[in-house]
């Protein structure tokens, strides 16, 4: 069997089917692409299990939480999960690491990983959308917002990354 990873995709013809994806996505659910919602609905769930009598008259979570976890985010953030997993099975990429910066130890990345995904969380919720939900789904209808928070969401990008480069050199 062979296991030298197959060539990466052209990043024309990835982003051309992203787009197509992005507009199915409207067409059968009616909403654009977008994961956070399904955060909020397990940790309403899991809010839920333990105080359902806070969680359940709560004007943001309530709704989540009567619902369930059978909402069409859910089920699309399941679907990109099983789609990545057969993509990188497939083009035989995938392998279990904790990824980061070469010369940081296994601590420090993973200590990396978590600020990085509780800012990223925060800003998600403050923002009520996340990059992909605002970005894709918000820049694809031509909505000022989505740009604007692709300018801003870059901006930070590369603000980061020249106070975190010295962890890459």
Same mark, same amino acid.
């Given at each position: ?6 060539? $990466?995709?052209?990043?024309? /013809? ?5 787009? $197509? ?20 609905? =397990?940790?309403?769930? /899991?809010? @839920? ?19 369930? =976890?059978? #909402?069409? /985010? ?5 679907? =990109?999960? =099983? ?31 978590? $600020?990085?995904?509780?800012?990223? @969380? ?28 692709? #300018? ?10 020249? #106070? ?6």
């Amino acid at each position: 069997m062979n296991n030298t990873a197959k060539p $990466l995709w052209n990043p024309y /013809v990835a982003g051309g089917i992203l787009g $197509l994806g992005l507009l199915a996505t409207f067409l059968v659910t009616g909403h654009g692409l977008g994961v956070t919602g399904a955060t909020t609905a =397990l940790t309403a769930k /899991v809010s @839920g299990q333990i105080a359902p009598g806070t969680v359940a008259p709560h004007s943001y979570l309530g709704t989540y939480f009567k619902h369930s =976890l059978n #909402i069409w /985010v859910v089920w699309e953030v399941i679907g =990109l999960m =099983l789609g990545a997993l057969g993509a990188s099975l497939y083009g035989r990429r995938f392998k279990l690491k904790i990824d980061g910066p070469p010369h940081a130890s296994v601590m420090v990345r993973i200590g990396l990983a978590t $600020l990085g995904g509780l800012f990223s @969380g925060f800003g998600a919720r403050a923002a009520m959308g996340c990059a992909s939900g605002m970005g894709l789904s918000g820049s694809a209808p031509l909505a000022v917002a989505g740009f604007l928070f692709l #300018i801003g969401f870059f901006a930070a990008g590369v603000l980061f990354g020249q #106070i975190s480069k010295g962890l890459w050199s």
